[in-house]
């Protein structure tokens, strides 16, 4: 039997987990080593909110509970971000959307250009591109700045995670090489690689 009671303090406490990660995250954007002070910020929370997530499903393990779960943590009415022209900016930036939108399962729609740091929505559960999207990507600078060796490394991994095979391979091997113009790939083509295509109106 769901018990709304408890459940009502669950919902605090996933409620209170949420506003801490918020809160650090705003910490590490404000940082002096803000880029480093992110990557381990969102790598704590993701595994924070994992854990929390999991807990919940074991103290509510009957269908209504897993029920109330997914319509607190994914909420139905959240209206999909759709991405028509995005030319990217910022990595730590960035890292907090995409981050945001997987923390809540926002969908994400890219129906245009989406370019730099904006193909990182493509690390999201839930997001989709429709035919005639187009996609930029290039390798990480300090605005057109080449990075040493090791942040260059870091950086381009990090940005790979977000991408799905073959896509990854592809950008370490060849697209993260090039820091000025950048190598697009089609909505079409991604599609065809395996990515969600969005559904038409």
């Known amino acids: 039997m769901f018990d709304s009671a408890l459940w009502g303090a669950e919902q605090t406490r996933i409620r209170t987990t949420l506003n801490i990660c918020r809160g650090l995250l ?3 954007h404000n940082s002096a080593a803000k880029l480093l002070a992110m990557v381990a910020t969102v790598a704590f929370c993701s595994t924070v909110l994992t854990v929390t997530d999991a807990q919940a499903r074991v ?3 009957s269908p209504a509970g897993q029920d109330a779960i997914m319509r607190y943590l994914i909420p139905a009415q959240m209206a ?3 991405i028509t022209l995005d030319r990217g900016g910022e990595l ?4 907090r959307k995409v981050e945001q939108a997987r923390i809540t399962g926002q969908p994400i ?5 989406c370019m730099s740091a904006c193909t990182l929505f493509l690390g999201t559960e839930n997001v989709c591109v429709t035919r005639s999207a187009r ?3 290039h ?20 940005m790979a995670d977000h991408y799905p095979e073959p896509i990854r391979t592809w950008y370490l091997r060849d697209a993260r090489h090039s820091i000025g113009p950048m190598a ?5 083509e991604l599609i065809r690689l395996g990515v969600s295509e969005c559904a038409t109106a």
């Not at 730590?92 to 890292?95: A, L």
């Not at 729609?109 to 250009?113: E, R, S």
């Not at 390798?139 to 090791?150: M, Q």
């Not at 697009?184 to 079409?188: A, C, D, I, M």
């Open 26 to 28: 705003n910490v590490a």
């Open 59 to 61: 103290r509510f393990p």
């Open 80 to 82: 999909p971000m759709r």
């Open 92 to 95: 730590p930036t960035y890292m």
């Open 109 to 113: 729609q890219i129906t245009g250009q």
């Open 135 to 137: 996609l930029g990507f």
């Open 139 to 158: 390798g990480p600078s300090n605005r057109g700045v080449p990075l040493s060796p090791v942040l260059f490394e870091l950086w381009s991994q990090y």
């Open 184 to 188: 697009f790939v089609s909505g079409q």
